[in-house]
């Protein structure tokens, strides 16, 4: 109540610093807002994505990439002028008399990567102990949606699955669209991401939760069934900056057995995992 009361006054709400646990308390109590208190609320939550959105983006374009595509002909920009060949190339053009290098020809280093067209099939979970990877994920989900050649779908469930592939390009609009708490059942998020996996090998399935279900045994051999099929399915515990989480034990054991061991819940392993498969 207190919380609304700062949002309904711009003065006191330009004052909030956005942080994650705000972040929780503003997604949700968002339905129970209105007039200056919602436009304010949205504001601090547009803040907080943006700030996040750099932090991310920065890891994104700092991870391996895909190999060197020594098909296409290096750019021939400053930046890709390579300085030790081009001399070394150029070393019979010596001047002893002079003590200069003449340079006849400058080389320069490929940077086009290889890369194929992808399907990308994000997959969290939305009750209540998976805020922070929810937000994340979100967001991370919005930068590789901005990279050429990747198609990337968004699901949100707990006990209801919702398909936020729509607005995926943008996650202040798919966080305001999403109802965070209530129980888990991956089942009916498992039904909107079947129909997705088309073409199994160009398709990655990331999986984020606790993996606390209740119907765990069946969602188990759906998750097997695609990772059968030839596409790669990556579980992932639940998505924070400091990598602390739980996971099911009984989970985290079938899937080390089968071959995808849960992944730490550090974000920076996820974006180097998804780098080097889509890139």
């Not at 009750?127 to 949606?145: E, K, P, Q, R």
Request: hydrophobic share 40%; glycine share 6%.
């Amino acid at each position: 109540m207190q919380l609304r009361e700062v949002l309904a006054d711009p003065a006191l709400a330009s004052r909030l610093t956005p942080s994650m646990s705000l972040i929780e308390q503003l997604l949700r109590d968002k339905n129970n807002l209105s007039g200056v208190a919602l436009a304010n609320a949205k504001a601090l939550i547009r803040r907080y994505v943006d700030e996040v959105t750099e932090v991310l983006r920065t890891q994104v374009e700092k991870s391996t990439v895909g190999e060197l595509d020594r098909s296409v002909p290096p750019k021939r920009v400053f930046r890709n002028l390579d300085i030790d060949r081009t001399i070394w190339k150029n070393l019979t053009n010596w001047s002893s008399e002079e003590e200069r290098l003449y340079v006849d020809r400058l080389y320069y280093r490929h940077t086009s990567r290889k890369t194929t067209p992808q399907r990308l099939v994000v997959v969290v979970d939305q009750s209540g102990s998976m805020v922070d990877s929810m937000v994340n994920c979100t967001i991370l989900a919005s930068i590789f949606a901005g990279l050429p050649k990747v198609d990337v779908h968004l699901i949100a469930y707990d006990t209801q699955a919702l398909d936020l592939t729509p607005w995926a390009h943008d996650p202040f609009e798919t966080l305001l669209r999403t109802k965070l708490g209530g129980g888990t059942d991956g089942t009916v998020a498992m039904t909107l991401a079947q129909p997705k996996i088309s073409e199994p090998r160009n398709t990655v399935v990331v999986w984020i939760s606790d993996f606390y279900e209740w119907r765990h045994q069946e969602l188990f051999d759906s998750m097997a069934a695609i990772h059968r099929s030839g596409a790669k399915f990556i579980p992932v515990g639940s998505v924070t900056s400091s990598g602390r989480g739980s996971v099911n034990p009984w989970f985290r054991e079938r899937f080390k057995d089968l071959g995808t061991p849960v992944i730490s819940g550090h974000i920076k392993k996820l974006v180097h995992e998804l780098k080097t498969f889509l890139t």
